[in-house]
């Protein structure tokens, strides 16, 4: 690359809810953003591509700048979805710009820990667990919400009515969160039901703030739950080990109110994250070129 | 109705892996027999009752009967996934024959217990908990895998292979089960989750054997799921209450196994079922008539 061409460099977050990107300069001050729809891989390949591209042209042009600039940028894009080498192969092939593709978990392990070493407890709609050594990661659970995400979001709502039935059917105490979810669904088992039958990961997770504040007040089912996914949180942890001076970092939307949940040794090494998956797309596009 | 008129009791239950459908001379012998494909009216209630009209025709035809020997039949249909009252009726007008209509646990208590009073756990691939005083049933539980059917058949397949995956991740101690049904999905957690992304209840309840065999040989993580399942039925049952003399009937292909799960005093009271909820369709005809 000659000294007097510009590089820029281009970082994407894809995911269910949307894909989101950065177009970064050499020194990875942003000039420009991008955002499209959803962008998981597995649900659909084709469409996450596109979604990917259309999220980088806006940013381009956001930036000022003209599309051509794509044929000497370095980029990264993550994407939910990718689950293995050959599928990442499959998105970089198709996009209509030179990129390494990855899986979200890769930029978000990347944008929570950067050069920190530590495990990230990942938790949004669903459940991301890594150990970072500052190289390298190690990925378990967030198998998806059927078999795993323990402690996620989706995973909150949807236990959240599990107990707000039992508790309607006699089987467990009852508490404020129960009556309130057994009210917004109808107030019968029907309308929970009704719900199960159609909700999404996402929908469940938008249970999940009830779940937060009524744990804050003391409310029985929702601590019962707050309990039960610290418990996932800390047998990860355990089972990963904190390397040597690392951190412990609660990311995601639901993570951090899992902190007054934790034992004293784990809250003792917590470090909030440092980017987000975009911020760690960026700065493995920015590595690639170092 | 006139003396010489022969009368004839029909019984149908419907679910949704298939309908069958008896049909019965005034003493309750069997003369016919009839099978056709899923009867849930949630799932689908022009089919359901389509269903239900196909196997009584069968059990029509395989008693050497004509069809217009219905015109002068008392019929009880019990279907999977009747809601409410609005919804039974919708399928008895519609059906080529007069019928009362109810949902399937209504005809799964009246073919399990009959005149016994008790409680009735029906475990196959959902979970029907109720208890009945010999007249009336009062329901508990059975809201669909996603937020209920605790201890069923498709809630030991689906625990079982999340319960293989902490194994996996070494969040819990691994066991035969979890080995074998790692194998069983492709030998690594991707297969579990290209699974769990398409499985149906019925899908996950196929893999309960394999949790109730592995128990019987004292495997770890079998064993913790039958545990789980049987302090589910023993807070339903304790939250009914047996009645006075009665008995507790664990139905199902799933429910006998958790006999020797249970706690002594229900053990005592245990009653096998005395007959299916094809049993109960036809009794529930035959009663109407007295």
Same mark, same amino acid.
């Given at each position: +690359?000659?000294?007097?061409?510009?590089?820029?460099?281009?970082?994407?977050?894809?995911?269910?809810?949307?894909?989101?990107?950065?177009?970064?300069?050499?020194?990875?001050?942003?000039?420009?953003?991008?955002?499209?729809?959803?962008?998981?891989?597995?649900?659909?390949?084709?469409?996450?591509?596109?979604?990917?591209?259309?999220?980088?042209?806006?940013?381009?042009?956001?930036?000022?700048?003209?599309?051509?600039?794509?044929?000497?940028?370095?980029?990264?894009?993550?994407?939910? !979805?990718?689950?293995?080498?050959? +599928?990442?192969?499959?998105?970089?092939?198709?996009?209509?710009?030179?990129?390494?593709?990855?899986?979200?978990?890769?930029?978000?392990?990347?944008?929570?820990?950067?050069?920190?070493?530590?495990?990230?407890?990942?938790?949004?709609?669903?459940?991301?667990?890594?150990?970072?050594?500052?190289?390298?990661?190690?990925?378990?659970?967030?198998?998806?919400?059927?078999?795993?995400?323990?402690?996620?979001?989706?995973?909150?709502?949807?236990?959240?009515?599990?107990?707000?039935?039992?508790?309607?059917?006699?089987?467990?105490?009852?508490?404020?969160?129960?009556?309130?979810?057994?009210?917004?669904?109808?107030?019968?088992?029907? !309308?929970?039901?009704?719900?199960?039958?159609?909700?999404? /990961?996402?929908?469940?997770?938008?249970?999940?703030?009830?779940?937060?504040?009524?744990?804050?007040?003391?409310?029985?089912?929702?601590?019962?739950? +707050?309990?039960?996914?610290?418990?996932?949180?800390?047998?990860?942890?355990?089972?990963?080990?904190? /390397?040597?001076?690392?951190?412990?970092?609660?990311? !995601?939307?639901?993570?951090?109110?899992?902190?007054?949940?934790?034992?004293?040794?784990?809250?003792?090494?917590?470090?909030?994250?440092?980017?987000?998956?975009?911020?760690?797309?960026?700065?493995?596009?920015?590595?690639?070129?170092?």
């Amino acid at each position: +690359m000659d000294d007097d061409t510009p590089s820029y460099f281009v970082g994407v977050d894809g995911g269910g809810s949307g894909c989101r990107a950065v177009i970064a300069d050499a020194m990875g001050h942003v000039l420009g953003r991008g955002d499209a729809g959803p962008a998981n891989a597995t649900t659909d390949l084709v469409l996450a591509t596109l979604h990917a591209a259309d999220a980088v042209y806006q940013a381009v042009s956001a930036a000022g700048l003209e599309r051509d600039v794509l044929a000497s940028t370095t980029a990264h894009v993550g994407l939910a !979805g990718i689950m293995d080498l050959p +599928m990442a192969r499959q998105v970089a092939a198709d996009l209509p710009f030179r990129a390494r593709v990855s899986d979200d978990r890769r930029t978000f392990v990347a944008g929570a820990l950067g050069d920190t070493r530590g495990v990230l407890i990942g938790l949004g709609t669903g459940t991301i667990a890594a150990r970072w050594d500052g190289r390298k990661a190690r990925f378990i659970g967030g198998y998806g919400l059927q078999v795993s995400d323990q402690a996620s979001g989706a995973w909150l709502g949807r236990a959240a009515l599990s107990e707000a039935l039992l508790a309607h059917d006699g089987l467990r105490p009852g508490s404020e969160l129960g009556e309130q979810l057994m009210t917004r669904m109808g107030g019968d088992p029907g !309308g929970i039901v009704a719900f199960a039958a159609r909700a999404t /990961p996402a929908d469940y997770a938008a249970l999940a703030p009830l779940v937060v504040t009524a744990a804050g007040a003391q409310d029985d089912i929702a601590c019962d739950l +707050m309990r039960r996914g610290a418990d996932y949180i800390d047998r990860a942890v355990r089972a990963f080990g904190i /390397p040597r001076g690392g951190v412990l970092c609660l990311a !995601g939307g639901v993570g951090p109110h899992y902190t007054g949940w934790l034992a004293d040794d784990l809250r003792a090494v917590l470090a909030p994250p440092r980017g987000s998956a975009l911020d760690g797309a960026l700065s493995l596009a920015m590595a690639q070129a170092r």
